[in-house]
């Protein structure tokens, strides 16, 4: 199970953080990351890690801004946001996928959801 929290209200130029926090399974060999999905959009790919060794990848849209990391101990990933942009709104979701056979980082490949988190920024 995956568990999402830290969405909110921010101006423009703020910051939040996320936290996904995984329970009930191994995830040793997962990538686990975040989509959004804006009012009238398809869910978009933003950010994932791989347990196995720490590495990320990042959406262009959020390259700079966004940094994505983990807590091992705590089964706990964290995705810090910063100078947010209005087009930043949406829900953000967390997800992972079993990463033993590499990563394709769609909305359609993932083996785990979370439930989604609302991040607004205002202009």
Known sequence: ???????????????????????????????????????????EGVSYILNSDGSAYYADSVKGRFTISSDNAKNTVYLQMNSLKPEDTAVYYCAAAD????????????????????????S
Do not use: E, N
């Open 1 to 43: 199970q995956l568990q999402a929290s830290g969405g909110g209200l921010v101006q423009a130029g703020g910051s939040l953080r996320l936290s996904c926090a995984a329970s009930g399974s191994t995830f040793d060999d997962y990538a686990i990351g975040w989509f959004r999905q804006a009012p009238g959009k398809g869910r």
């Open 99 to 122: 990463s033993l056979l590499g990563v394709v980082w769609v909305a359609g490949g993932m083996h785990y959801w979370g439930q989604g988190t609302q991040v607004t920024v205002s």
